[in-house]
């Protein structure tokens, strides 16, 4: 009999069909019926993922920012669209948590709730490490933490169709989406707090609903109580059946978000410096990009490892992909020079004259075929430029890919929602 917990969704999954895997601690859908057509949906309407398994920390009381300040990699009073401003209640940042080496415990985004109340939303499995983390970290600061592991609902609503998916199911739409930028939130999963009237179902159900996601494409995170998870997803299905929302696995997501450039932590963020990779903006870099802006945990290990390896990004020719567990990376002359950390095709998109689009680029050439193209991370001795073409192989199989800034262009995760509605 397995031990592996299971989210308030798993009758659902199992009853529609779902293929279940295990998952960190968890017994998740990996996909439904097609992973190529999940992860489609999502760039192309919208798609519904079940993420009740990620965990999250509350940090409350007057020493919460002092301790956030010192063990989150961000810097609190700076990290805040391009102008770097502070943040501030309803708006949430990506980061990580280091240790004194420099290595990622977990990647996290933390909200912002008010003053002495924030939100640290980590990953499945890593609610119980965090705390921990923080009452090591917290000293004589007045701080307290609840872990919420396995206490809340999690729904992820994803896609340029999300937008009116949700406009259908809010009490008062308009004033929810108003003045709603990308990583800002409203609302309270807690009824009793006072933030709760921010964002509401239609029937009165008090939610936190956060502009942000792991795809690259617009939507939201949404935070109830647990005992409200089945009800809204399928609230959410029903309101989208008019424009083809789907119910979506890990499978898609691991590949959406490859195709976003975003990490999976514990795979392409880990055990050694957290520095040299595609995500500087999770540290709190000066204008110069010569230091940090304030001193943290880990920062004085991240400042001297002058011989850390990079982690680059990729995008293959074709949709073949090896298996990056057992995969090396070799160079032009075929020497070994560093290992593979994601290796996943993200099936929106196509190589063109040199160059790759997606199926949401606007005005594409003529003899455009998107058929997919396999894309991730490496992790190498030394810095490669864009364009340069090395060779994967996991003893099996052997492709040829490029060294590339980005993957799938024209992500719609930035844009205005009025662009949606």
């Not at 309407?45 to 020493?63: E, I, W």
């Not at 921990?132 to 340029?160: F, M, N, S, Y």
């Not at 809010?170 to 709603?180: G, Q, R």
Request: glycine content about 10%; overall charge neutral.
């Amino acid at each position: 009999m397995s031990t592996k917990k299971q989210t308030p969704l798993y009758d659902w999954h199992a009853g529609h069909g779902a293929n279940i895997v295990e998952f960190g601690d968890y017994l998740m859908p990996v996909w439904y019926g097609s992973a190529k057509d999940e992860h489609l949906v999502v760039v192309n309407r919208a798609g519904l993922f079940d993420t009740s398994h990620m965990a999250a920390v509350r940090v409350l009381g007057p020493g919460a920012f002092d301790l956030l300040q010192w063990c989150f990699s961000r810097n609190l009073l700076a990290c805040v669209g391009k102008e770097n401003a502070p943040l501030t209640p309803g708006r949430c940042v990506y980061g990580v948590f280091l240790d004194e080496h420099g290595h990622a415990i977990d990647d996290s985004i933390v909200y912002k709730i008010a003053d002495e109340e924030y939100l640290a939303v980590v990953n499945a499995g890593m609610g119980g490490v965090i705390a921990a983390h923080l009452e090591a970290q917290k000293g004589a600061r007045d701080v307290r933490l609840v872990d919420l592991t396995d206490q809340l609902g999690k729904i992820d609503i994803q896609g340029p169709a999300s937008v009116r998916i949700m406009q259908k199911v809010l009490k008062a739409p308009d004033a929810v989406f108003a003045s709603m930028p990308y990583f800002s939130f409203k609302g309270h999963f807690d009824p009793s707090s006072a933030f709760a009237a921010g964002a509401q179902l239609a029937d009165g159900t008090p939610l936190l609903l956060s502009r942000s996601g792991y795809t690259g494409e617009v939507g939201f995170e949404i935070f109830v109580e647990r005992r409200h998870n089945v009800r809204v997803w399928e609230l959410l299905l029903e309101a989208g059946r008019d424009v083809g929302v789907m119910a979506c696995g890990l499978a898609a997501r691991d590949s959406l978000r490859t195709g976003a450039v975003l990490p999976l932590s514990h795979q392409d963020i880990g055990h050694w410096p957290f520095i040299r990779n595609p995500w500087p903006f999770a540290l709190p870099f000066d204008a110069a990009h010569a230091g940090f802006t304030k001193a943290f945990l880990g920062s004085a290990a991240l400042e001297q490892a002058s011989d850390a390896d990079y982690t680059l990004t990729f995008v293959g020719h074709d949709l073949r992909k090896i298996d990056a567990h057992q995969a090396t990376v070799r160079d032009a002359e075929g020497r070994p020079i560093g290992t593979v950390l994601t290796c996943a095709t993200d099936m929106a998109i196509g190589r063109h004259d040199g160059r790759i689009y997606s199926v949401a680029t606007p005005n594409p050439p003529a003899g455009l075929a998107i058929k997919g193209l396999s894309a991730g991370f490496v992790k190498v001795k030394r810095n490669l430029p864009v364009g340069a073409v090395v060779e994967l192989n996991d003893g099996k199989r052997s492709i040829r890919v490029t060294i590339e800034a980005d993957v799938r262009p024209d992500r719609t995760a930035r844009k205005a929602l009025k662009n949606f509605l």
